[in-house]
């Protein structure tokens, strides 16, 4: 066969393929592509961090609701504390406990005892969670505005809490609280002796809607059917819907009232209204006791 020179601009024949060869370039092209995917994915994984360290339980607490006594709010610290009975009453009376209660309240906590739920972390001692629960009512009824709002209605600032006690012994809701203290006021404006049940409850360290003619000749101070003004302290712990219904209660005649049914408190100026409605009221509770 003759020489024939190839050309530098003639097309090359391009060598071809047997099927194994063809397979074997696919197979790498598709694990190129594997690879070219995983690397993007893995430098997306978070690395690997310390183990988050376990979140403390949250401490235990108490609740001390609107209206409790002292003696109710003792009680609670020694339990929800695991501390022998009368802990908590040893350290409200202790003259070192310093609890930081105002001068007006004679060293007496009562009223002071803000209701609230207050956290117990470890170490609380009763003290120091009085002293607490003295300090948040500074905060809430210690105010220059308190002091002012009392002023305005002829009440110091202590007065003004001991006629929030009453009112929040007396009524449920803001409503009838705003009412109760209105009465509060027209009867001292008046001379009147308050004759509140709350108040003889207190002194005969009870609560009850029964009150009995024995019942008011009792000589506690606490006794405001014996006694005319407010009794020589609160009767309990209120909470600030009562505070405001004893510093601003709305204008209103009334001079009595009786709950005739759990929602159905009578406010009224006449006394022979009065009258009628408290008889409504014995007679339910006499239907109630099946005599």
Not at 134 to 152: C, K, L, M, S, Y
Not at 236 to 258: C, I, K, S, T
């Amino acid at each position: 066969m003759p020489y024939r020179p190839t050309s530098p601009y003639a097309p090359r024949r391009r060598p071809r393929l047997t099927r194994r060869g063809r397979l074997a370039v696919i197979a790498g092209a598709l694990l190129a592509l594997a690879v070219a995917t995983a690397v993007p994915l893995l430098l997306l994984l978070p690395r690997d961090e310390p183990a988050t360290p376990p979140v403390p339980p949250a401490p235990p607490t108490l609740l001390v609701p609107e209206g409790w006594r002292s003696t109710q709010v003792y009680e609670a610290v020694d339990r929800a504390l695991a501390l022998p009975d009368g802990t908590a009453r040893k350290a409200a009376t202790a003259p070192a406990a310093a609890l930081g209660l105002p001068r007006e309240a004679a060293g007496n906590p009562e009223g002071y005892l803000f209701p609230a739920t207050y956290p117990l972390p470890e170490g609380t001692t009763a003290e120091g969670l009085l002293r607490y629960m003295v300090a948040t009512a500074d905060r809430r009824f210690g105010t220059p505005a308190t002091a002012e709002a009392a002023r305005a209605q002829g009440l110091t600032a202590h007065q003004a809490l001991i006629v929030a006690s009453i009112v929040q012994a007396e009524a449920d809701t803001p409503e009838d609280m705003a009412k109760v203290a209105r009465v509060v006021h027209n009867r001292l404006a008046r001379g009147m002796p308050l004759q509140m049940d709350s108040t003889l409850n207190y002194a005969l360290d009870r609560s009850t809607v029964d009150t009995t003619v024995e019942d008011t000749r009792n000589t506690s101070p606490y006794n405001t059917y014996a006694h005319k003004g407010l009794p020589p302290a609160p009767i309990g712990n209120p909470g600030e819907q009562a505070m405001a219904a004893a510093l601003r209660p709305p204008a209103g005649d009334w001079l009595y009232f009786v709950t005739v049914t759990p929602g159905d408190t009578r406010f009224t100026a006449d006394y022979a209204t009065h009258q009628a409605n408290v008889t409504e009221f014995n007679e339910r509770r006499r239907q109630e006791g099946g005599d």
